[in-house]
Nanobody, 122 residues
């Protein structure tokens, strides 16, 4: 079983940046496509970004294109999300998961880590 630990969240002003990390342990995560999701208060969890297992292909939610960049280091079993030009609407708990399906927007694992809180103040 893969264990996922998200980190790197925090409180930042609008326009600021954060870099999230998703460290996987257990079964090798490098063979999976990886993705980031977020859940704002009172809303459903939504897809944010995904990256193929090789790192060659990336996918983004329209509202974060040009501001967020997903990457991975398979030697460290870690997937990253660099978030720039943050907006208050980016606020939420960010989670990672293995992903599948068209555009790699569907979570593969039926469980989630604890997530990392991102709060963007205006």
């Amino acid at each position: 079983q893969v264990q996922l630990v998200e980190s790197g969240g925090g409180l930042v002003q609008a326009g600021g940046s954060l870099r999230l990390s998703c460290a996987a342990s257990g079964r090798t995560f490098s063979s999976y496509a990886g993705g980031w999701f977020r859940q704002a208060p009172g809303k459903e969890r939504e897809f944010v970004a995904a990256i193929s297992w090789s790192g060659r292909s990336t996918y983004y939610k329209d509202s974060v294109k040009g501001r967020f960049a997903i990457s991975r280091d398979n030697s460290k079993n870690t997937v990253y999300l660099q978030m720039n030009s943050l907006k208050p609407e980016d606020t939420g708990v960010y989670y990672c998961n293995a992903v599948q399906g068209a555009g790699l927007t569907t979570p593969l694992l039926d469980y989630w880590g604890q997530g990392t809180q991102v709060t963007v103040s205006s």
